[in-house]
């Protein structure tokens, strides 16, 4: 596998791969790997015949009291994960390589980067798009695979790349959970025993969510009160968002027609947790087509 660290050795290896005709797919990430991060890669795998991964902690897409600072590392670590699911080339650059003095340019999706977790993260959008935007023009992939588990962000960058015409394929994976529901996460890491026990509130909020949906329930004022009513029997649990949206626009709904996007962010203890679901008429299952 190569590592490379500078963007202008990353375009030029990426432009060779191109003229020789090889289809890139592109995973980027923030490191701190787990299940969820390999499945994307090798979803990626199967996808193309070279696969780039990048590894950067992006500090713009941090809030000022945020964890950019102690947000899990581990170089090392992650790269040999990555050899292990045959990745091609790691893309690992640094701060001062991706933003050098002078830089001032953000990209903005404005509508839906205002929902959900945009409210509490102000900001946290722009530099997600900005960096992914960034990292697209240097691994200049045709392919890029994000997770279903940040559900916002991968509506959020499909609607860049189609705004944009950056005619990169977006494809989104369902999310990779832990034995007992957990979705997996780097942010698990700062769990304790307890607050990990309590963690588990998200994913049964949604199975009730889903359970009260298949009964009938339609009125998302009523599925989002019994989600809140479990998640606050949950120690060292604050809600910062229940919603109950479009999975298209990300407005809030007020009676559910056909589907229906379930998202949630909680705090345990320190740690801020996000999860979602889609509710289905018929198929109450994580579509796997978005
Ligand atoms: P991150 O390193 O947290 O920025 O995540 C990098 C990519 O991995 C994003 O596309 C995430 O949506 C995806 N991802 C993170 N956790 C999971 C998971 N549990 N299942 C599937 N994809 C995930």
């Given at each position: 596998?190569?590592v490379i660290e500078s963007v202008?050795?990353m375009?030029?290896?990426?432009?060779?791969?191109?003229?020789?005709?090889?289809?890139?797919?592109f995973v980027p990430t923030m490191g701190f790997l787990?299940?969820?991060h390999?499945?994307?890669?090798?979803?990626?795998?199967?996808?193309?015949?070279?696969?780039i991964v990048s590894i950067f902690v992006n500090p713009t897409q941090f809030?000022?009291?945020?964890?950019f600072?102690?947000y899990?590392r581990?170089r090392?670590?992650d790269?040999?994960?990555v050899?292990?699911?045959?990745?091609?080339?790691c893309f690992l650059p640094d701060v001062s390589e991706m933003y050098?003095?002078?830089?001032?340019?953000?990209?903005?999706?404005?509508?839906?980067?205002?929902?959900?977790?945009?409210?509490?993260?102000?900001?946290?959008?722009?530099g997600v798009?900005t960096v992914v935007s960034k990292l697209f023009?240097i691994t200049?992939?045709?392919?890029?695979?994000?997770?279903?588990?940040?559900?916002?962000?991968?509506?959020?960058?499909?609607?860049?790349?189609?705004?944009?015409?950056?005619?990169?394929?977006?494809?989104?994976?369902?999310?990779?959970?832990?034995?007992?529901?957990?979705?997996?996460?780097s942010?698990?890491?700062?769990?304790?025993?307890?607050?990990?026990?309590?963690?588990?509130?998200?994913?049964?909020?949604?199975?009730?969510?889903?359970?009260?949906?298949?009964?009938?329930?339609?009125?998302?004022?009523?599925?989002?009160?019994?989600?809140?009513?479990?998640?606050?029997?949950?120690?060292?649990?604050?809600?910062?968002?229940?919603?109950?949206?479009?999975?298209?626009?990300?407005?809030?709904?007020?009676?559910?027609?056909?589907?229906?996007?379930?998202?949630?962010?909680?705090?345990?203890?320190?740690?801020?947790?996000?999860?979602?679901?889609?509710?289905?008429?018929?198929?109450?299952?994580?579509?796997?087509?978005?």
């Amino acid at each position: 596998m190569e590592v490379i660290e500078s963007v202008s050795l990353m375009q030029a290896r990426s432009e060779e791969l191109r003229l020789a005709g090889h289809t890139l797919a592109f995973v980027p990430t923030m490191g701190f790997l787990h299940e969820g991060h390999l499945e994307l890669m090798r979803v990626a795998r199967s996808l193309a015949d070279r696969v780039i991964v990048s590894i950067f902690v992006n500090p713009t897409q941090f809030g000022p009291k945020e964890d950019f600072a102690k947000y899990p590392r581990d170089r090392e670590g992650d790269l040999a994960k990555v050899e292990g699911v045959s990745v091609d080339i790691c893309f690992l650059p640094d701060v001062s390589e991706m933003y050098p003095r002078g830089f001032q340019t953000t990209v903005s999706v404005r509508e839906l980067s205002g929902h959900l977790c945009g409210l509490s993260r102000p900001g946290h959008f722009d530099g997600v798009t900005t960096v992914v935007s960034k990292l697209f023009n240097i691994t200049k992939p045709h392919i890029a695979v994000f997770g279903q588990k940040d559900y916002q962000q991968l509506a959020v960058i499909s609607r860049m790349v189609t705004d944009t015409n950056m005619g990169i394929e977006i494809v989104g994976v369902p999310t990779v959970r832990e034995h007992d529901g957990l979705a997996m996460s780097s942010r698990n890491a700062y769990l304790n025993r307890d607050e990990r026990r309590s963690a588990l509130c998200l994913k049964k909020a949604m199975d009730l969510a889903a359970e009260m949906f298949a009964s009938g329930e339609r009125d998302a004022k009523i599925l989002k009160n019994a989600m809140e009513r479990l998640i606050v029997t949950h120690p060292y649990t604050s809600i910062d968002y229940v919603a109950v949206c479009d999975p298209v626009t990300l407005d809030d709904l007020d009676k559910v027609g056909e589907q229906a996007l379930v998202a949630l962010a909680v705090k345990v203890g320190r740690t801020r947790l996000i999860d979602n679901c889609l509710l289905k008429a018929r198929n109450l299952s994580e579509r796997r087509d978005l």
